[in-house]
Nanobody, 121 residues
Framework: QVQLVESGGGLVQAGGSLRLSCLGS????????MGWFRQAPGKEREFVGS????????SYANSVQGRFAISRDNAKKTVYLQMNSLKPEDTAVYYC??????????????WGQGTQVTVSS
């Protein structure tokens, strides 16, 4: 069992940066790939990026490639999402998830409660 808690969301102006954190609990945290997803009002949950259990593989959605970066610290049971050059269209609730390395939500078994990111123009 893994429990996940996101933090770091907030209000930022376009062009600014935020770093989200996702703190995990449970002995098996390091066994899981971690993903970040987001959901804007009235839209489906979409893939943002993922990182393998070791951190050796990472993938990103085209919409955030080059602006966002995922990292993890297994000793701290934490995964990060560094978001730079933020745009108003990045506004959403951001979720972290633990599961298999994939861009599909169904591949992830555990989810956090989400943190709101709002980018003003």
């Amino acid at each position: 069992q893994v429990q996940l808690v996101e933090s770091g969301g907030g209000l930022v102006q376009a062009g600014g940066s935020l770093r989200l954190s996702c703190l995990g609990s449970g002995r098996t945290f390091s066994n899981y790939a971690m993903g970040w997803f987001r959901q804007a009002p009235g839209k489906e949950r979409e893939f943002v990026g993922s990182i393998s259990w070791s951190g050796g593989r990472r993938s990103y959605a085209n919409s955030v490639q080059g602006r966002f970066a995922i990292s993890r610290d297994n000793a701290k049971k934490t995964v990060y999402l560094q978001m730079n050059s933020l745009k108003p269209e990045d506004t959403a609730v951001y979720y972290c998830a633990a599961g298999d390395y994939s861009s599909l939500p169904k591949s992830y078994d555990y989810w956090g409660q989400g943190t709101q990111v709002t980018v003003s123009s």
